[in-house]
């Protein structure tokens, strides 16, 4: 029995969740897709998974330089968002007039990101139409401000709730 395609989109659309871009290097070449499959996989070691279209040239860059870095992004970087996912075609380098930094493995880093992760690839996994990268952690920082950029029900969003306090019982 197979899922109507239509369905699934449907309902995953109503799965809420932050945005990245998650970049690599190319021959010496900035490559950076817009994401929003991101998951901790393990604490020890420090490991996330990223899924990445086979189609895009930012998978082939991962696959073949093992390395990628997630930037998850802050409210106010949605035309980031925007530009890393292809929906600004009048910018033809996604990277034009972002100053960006690197950690150990040479990916792009973002300026004045909420988080990144710079990974080596520890596993690559066929996950159909996309492939699932297992990276190590192997850099990371965070910054002590900011919102983030959110996705949800095929639109951008930014919280706009209070976060809710839940007591922890037993300690």
């Not at 401000?145 to 949800?152: E, V």
Request: a negative charge.
């Amino acid at each position: 029995m197979s899922v109507d395609a239509g369905a699934f989109r449907e309902t995953m659309a109503h799965w809420a969740s932050g945005v990245t871009v998650v970049t690599a290097r190319d021959d010496g070449q900035r490559v950076g897709i817009t994401a929003s499959s991101l998951a901790s996989v393990s604490l020890n070691p420090p490991r996330v998974l990223v899924c990445v279209s086979k189609k895009l040239y930012t998978h082939g860059a991962i696959e073949s330089g093992g390395a990628f870095a997630v930037n998850i992004l802050e409210k106010s970087q949605l035309e980031w968002g925007m530009r890393f996912a292809g929906l600004m075609p009048e910018v033809q380098d996604r990277f034009e007039d972002i100053v960006t930094q690197a950690a150990i493995t040479g990916s792009p880093i973002l300026p004045g990101v909420l988080g990144w992760l710079d990974c080596t690839v520890a596993h690559a996994y066929d996950g159909g139409d996309h492939t699932i990268f297992v990276g190590d952690v192997v850099a990371c920082g965070a910054s002590e401000a900011g919102s983030p950029l959110l996705y949800f029900n095929r639109h951008w969003r930014e919280l706009h709730e209070p976060a809710l306090v839940l007591e922890r019982r037993g300690e």
